[in-house]
């Protein structure tokens, strides 16, 4: 089955860029989502389609994906950016949607 | 506006059953498929199962397979979750999540709050 890693943790002062990455075999050949995911709440969409952002998403979140690895890009981070981001994709091969372990982001 | 709202969740014993449902309003169900999603306590999210638009095509996570049962009414404008011979390891709060697309490769745009079912 089609496996997604991320990294466990990441941590960005406040100004300064996060990047939070996800790897894949050939991911650079499916769509990825990104979701984050604050405590106590339920996920919210913040990048589909590799890149694209849904309305009311800040123009602070963008994305990019080639090869084996996907990459959620937080600029200019915020501490309410602190939360879980999670990619995800449809693996076509198996009719299975894939979602990545997870990764903190941690504001200092 | 777009709203998803879940219940059927509780306390059941291993080998029971529950039955979920996610009731949707704000946008034009009949066209966009439904996920159900889940997250077991401290850990991350697990896709469980997806229905198409029209109810036409369905997929399951391995672990799930055989026991639960996705299915949807149009009419009503909602989806449920048929939980048989439940375990302990599918203790989890249960989301229901709207796909962007008929199908299910698009990405989830709007989620309810979740139910909590603990076996």
């Known amino acids: 089955s089609y496996v997604l890693t991320q990294p466990p943790s990441v941590s960005v002062a406040p100004g300064q860029t996060a990047r939070i990455t996800c790897g894949g075999n050939?991911?650079?050949?499916?769509?990825v989502h990104w979701y984050q995911q604050k405590p106590g709440q339920a996920p919210v969409l913040v990048v589909y389609d590799d890149s694209d952002r849904p309305s009311g998403i800040s123009e602070r979140f963008s994305g990019s994906n080639s090869g084996n690895t996907a990459t959620l890009t937080i600029s200019r981070v915020e501490t309410g950016d602190e939360a879980d981001y999670y990619c995800?994709?449809?693996?076509?091969?198996?009719?299975?949607?894939?979602f990545g372990g997870g990764t903190k982001l941690t504001v200092l | 506006q777009v709203q998803l709202v879940e219940s059927g969740g509780g306390v059941v014993q291993p080998g029971r059953s529950l039955k979920l449902s996610c009731a949707a309003s704000?946008?034009?169900?009949?066209?966009?498929?439904i996920h159900w999603v889940r997250q077991a306590p401290g850990k991350g999210l697990e896709w469980v199962a997806v229905?198409?638009?029209?109810?036409?095509?369905?997929y399951y996570t391995d672990s799930v397979k055989g026991r639960f049962t996705i299915s949807r009414d149009n009419s009503k404008n909602t989806v449920f979750l048929q939980m048989n011979r439940l375990r302990p390891e599918d203790t989890a709060v249960y989301y229901c999540?709207?796909?962007?697309?008929?199908?299910?490769?698009?990405?989830?745009?709007?989620w309810g709050q979740g139910t909590l079912v603990n076996v």
């Open positions: 704000g946008f034009t169900f009949s066209n966009f498929a």
């Open positions: 229905i198409s638009f029209d109810g036409s095509e369905n």
């Open positions: 999540a709207k796909d962007r697309g008929a199908d299910a490769s698009a990405g989830s745009d709007y």
């Open positions: 050939n991911i650079g050949s499916k769509s």
């Open positions: 995800q994709v449809w693996d076509s091969s198996s009719d299975h949607v894939v």
